[in-house]
């Protein structure tokens, strides 16, 4: 059995609903006044339960007796659609922008922190370096204990030859006085 223009029709506005998302589908209920003075009780629905809401209503047996009518209405149900469409993906793109800027920023931040951090251990690598080469010359200047006890012998034999020495002057000098 051959499908009419407006089976056609509904099911291409039926596929085009499934690819809305939810809040699109309220709004689209809106549109329709399927929601009427209960506009809330649509808010409360699943995207299921809107998509075969809508879809019963576009599939009412009143449309196809509207003929042209009928088909209108679905053409600008529709263009109602691909309004909506278009929509949601603007909103898609910007908030995929900004969720990108975000984190860019965050990006940024956390490479300027990594740059303070590697600037801070260079800092201290450096410290470190001038703080061990003043440690090393202050052990290269401090005699170690071996050449210690060297300078200590030098030092005792040339007091004990300085005390030798001054006990053999002691001696010849009342020898020289007397002469």
């Not at 059995?1 to 809040?23: A, G, H, N, Y």
């Not at 590697?118 to 090393?136: D, F, G, P, Y």
């Not at 030092?155 to 001696?171: E, I, N, Q, S």
Request: proline content about 2%; hydrophobic content about 35%.
């Amino acid at each position: 059995m051959e499908s009419t223009k407006l089976d056609k029709l509904q099911l291409e506005v039926i596929r085009e609903l499934c690819l809305l998302p939810r809040e699109s589908l309220v709004e689209l209920c809106d549109y329709l006044i399927i929601a009427g003075t209960e506009f809330e009780y649509m808010t409360d629905k699943g995207r299921t339960a809107l998509i075969t809401l809508i879809s019963n209503h576009i599939q009412r047996g009143e449309l196809e007796k509207l003929e042209d009518k009928g088909m209108s209405e679905l053409l600008h149900l529709q263009d109602k659609i691909s309004e909506l469409q278009v929509t949601w993906e603007a909103d898609t793109l910007r908030q995929v922008k900004e969720q990108q800027k975000r984190q860019d920023g965050e990006e940024e931040r956390i490479l300027e922190e990594i740059e303070a951090l590697q600037l801070q251990l260079a800092s201290t690598r450096k410290k470190n370096e001038n703080e061990e080469s003043r440690i090393n010359e202050k052990l290269e200047a401090k005699p170690s204990p071996h050449s210690l006890r060297r300078v200590q012998s030098k030092v005792l034999r040339l007091t004990h030859g300085t005390k030798t020495l001054k006990t053999l002057a002691k001696l010849v000098s009342p020898v020289r006085k007397t002469s």
